[in-house]
């Protein structure tokens, strides 16, 4: 079973700041098969990046996905109002889906 | 336009079951890969199981084997989740989701409490 683990647990920044967010892997993860997610409370979670790095339609490009293997990054360029919001990371692998533990993302 | 409504708010005794449904619109229910996943109070994501995209079977998250079951009838594109002996801990929002590895689209999630 592959653990994914998020940090930090909470990011405080004010907007206009840029935000990077990490999630590590308890083993390697094809890149293909790592994804974001930007919840809001009291909604769903909305797709942002498959495949390590590939924006979802719809999503601003001050979104951006990187990384391989076992490390793999979130970056908000510039953070929006909007954009304030808990964010996990999802990983495929020998038919079973994983989420990190999400890392929460407040206004400073 | 893709969309999964779900079944409304659900609340149960323990031990007993909670059957909740999705009905998906824009694509037929064989065409896509529907999983479950769970988020109880104040907590993060947790995935129940789907149908794998290389096969036609539900696979389950180790935890929840022997108490769910995951059905999709398509004579009306609707998938069902069934999970049963119910403990105060299933105590979550529900939400079904579509996508061969990744979750494109959500369900608007489905609130089910256990409370005796």
């Known amino acids: 079973e592959i653990v994914l683990t998020q940090s930090p647990g909470t990011l405080s920044l004010s907007p206009g700041e840029r935000a990077t967010l990490s999630c590590r892997a308890s083993?390697?993860?094809?890149?293909?098969?790592l994804a974001w997610y930007q919840q809001k409370p009291g909604q769903a979670p909305r797709l942002l990046i498959y495949?390590?790095?590939s924006r979802a339609t719809g999503i601003p490009d001050r979104f951006s996905g990187s990384g391989s293997g076992t490390d793999f990054t979130l970056t908000i360029s510039r953070l929006e109002p909007e954009d304030f919001a808990v964010y996990y990371c999802?990983?495929?692998?020998?038919?079973?889906?994983?989420f990190g533990q999400g890392t929460k993302v407040e206004i400073k | 336009q893709v969309q999964l409504v779900q079944s409304g708010a659900e609340v149960k005794k323990p031990g007993a079951s909670v059957k909740v449904s999705c009905k998906v619109s824009?694509?037929?229910?064989?065409?896509?890969?529907m999983h479950w996943v769970r988020q109880a109070p104040g907590k993060g994501l947790e995935w129940m199981g789907g149908?794998?995209?290389?096969?036609?079977?539900?696979i389950y998250e180790q935890k929840f084997q022997g108490r769910v079951t995951m059905t999709e009838d398509t004579s009306t594109d609707t998938a069902y989740m069934e999970l049963s002996s119910l403990r105060s801990e299933d105590t979550a929002v529900y939400y079904c989701?579509?996508?061969?590895?990744?979750?494109?689209?959500w369900g608007q999630g489905t609130l089910v409490t256990v409370s005796a």
């Open positions: 989701a579509i996508g061969r590895y990744n979750f494109d689209y």
């Open positions: 149908f794998d995209p290389e096969d036609t079977e539900a």
């Open positions: 083993q390697s993860v094809s890149s293909s098969y």
């Open positions: 495949g390590a790095s």
């Open positions: 824009g694509y037929t229910v064989t065409e896509v890969s």
């Open positions: 999802q990983q495929y692998g020998s038919s079973r889906v994983g």
